[in-house]
């Protein structure tokens, strides 16, 4: 049977509205559907283990999609309007950055247990996403990530060891700045757990409005408070200790 379906194999096919795969597909190449505004059902293979690049991006009307747990790679999901709720399976080991960008109705989202990095605007734009869990395995974090979401806190885990801020064109992480900025607007508390931070890129908290306070160890709150003011924190966001 098919193996894999090739690149850019629908893409723009408007007319295509179901997809039922073969459990012969382990692969499906980068684009394949891409801009398949009318697709809303896709059943995956059960021997998937590639999604690459932006195989689905900006299926408008997709509204699930169940990941089996033989996917170790996933491309981007972004501009897929109608997903709603999404579990990445703790066999994915490897996503792309953009994971879920501007997925405006996902408001649930679990993450892959062994996840090493949140990558630069992975939940961005995701308009109704107000809870996330960043799992403990997680060692670089782009804050592009968070931008224009609900989130009210952000929990950055116990292993973190660098903060990116990874913005196009050098704009504002969490405010109105260009037309690539996305404010932040219910966002109240950022906690760093890690006592193992070594680099806050310059920018990383940019944008952020007097209301947030940003919590940190209180062995490592000297040194924070240091690194995230040389990394431009303004003096209006207040820097306190966890507990």
Request: proline share 4%.
């Amino acid at each position: 049977g098919i193996t894999g379906i090739g690149q850019w194999a629908f893409y723009s096919f408007v007319e295509l509205k179901t997809v039922e795969m073969a459990d012969s597909v382990t692969c499906i190449k980068d684009g394949s559907f891409i801009f398949c505004m009318n697709l809303t059902s896709v059943k995956l293979s059960a021997n998937i283990q590639s999604i690459e690049g932006e195989a689905f991006y900006a299926c408008e009307k997709l509204e699930h999609l169940r990941l089996p747990y033989t996917l170790k790679t996933l491309g981007t999901l972004g501009a897929c309007l109608k997903l709603k709720e999404i579990t990445i399976p703790d066999s994915v080991s490897k996503t792309n950055k953009n994971l879920f960008y501007e997925c405006t109705s996902l408001s649930k989202i679990k993450l892959p247990k062994g996840m090493k990095e949140i990558k630069p605007r992975d939940f961005a734009n995701c308009k109704n996403l107000s809870t996330l869990e960043i799992p403990e395995a997680v060692t670089t974090v782009s804050m592009s990530a968070f931008s224009g979401t609900k989130l009210k806190k952000i929990t950055l885990p116990k292993n973190v060891t660098t903060i990116k801020k990874r913005m196009p064109y050098g704009g504002k992480v969490f405010a109105v700045n260009n037309d690539f900025d996305l404010p932040t607007k219910n966002l109240r508390l950022i906690e760093i757990k890690s006592k193992k931070v070594k680099s806050i890129a310059k920018g990383s908290f940019s944008g952020l409005s007097s209301k947030v306070v940003i919590k940190v160890p209180k062995s490592r709150k000297k040194k924070y408070t240091k690194m995230l003011r040389e990394s431009g924190l303004e003096k209006k966001v207040k820097i306190r200790t966890l507990g």
